[in-house]
Nanobody, 118 residues
């Protein structure tokens, strides 16, 4: 499966952005999906994950209550709605497809830059 992330940009603190990740192929619904981010000089971190059906989600503590992950299998797309953005959310965001249970993600999209100004 090939993944294409979009929706990043520059936003002021307190603002919102919605990231999208479009997948090619007919096997999208077989995969759990996740959003990761990596800030300069920091390790990549898991931001949010959603299982294949959309029935289960999980979030990093740093984004709980502010970010929402969702997917529409009919559209081969996963979203990350980001509200109440903070400067520390600034990073390159990546979508990934794989298996949530053991955090094995085999397919990655190119990142999209999110910059939050104070």
């Amino acid at each position: 499966v090939q993944l294409q992330a979009s929706g990043g940009g520059l936003v002021q603190a307190g603002g919102s952005l919605r990231l999208s990740c479009a997948a090619s192929g007919r096997t999208f619904s077989r995969y759990d999906m996740a959003w990761f981010r990596q800030a300069p000089g920091k390790e990549r971190e898991l931001v949010a994950a959603i299982n294949w059906s959309g029935g289960s989600t999980s979030y990093a503590d740093s984004v709980k209550g502010r970010f929402t992950i969702a997917r529409v299998n009919a559209w081969n797309t996963v979203y990350l709605q980001m509200n109440s953005l903070k400067p520390e959310d600034t990073a390159v965001y990546y979508c990934a497809a794989g298996r949530w249970t053991d955090s094995t993600y085999d397919y990655w999209g190119h990142g999209t830059q999110v910059t939050v100004s104070s």
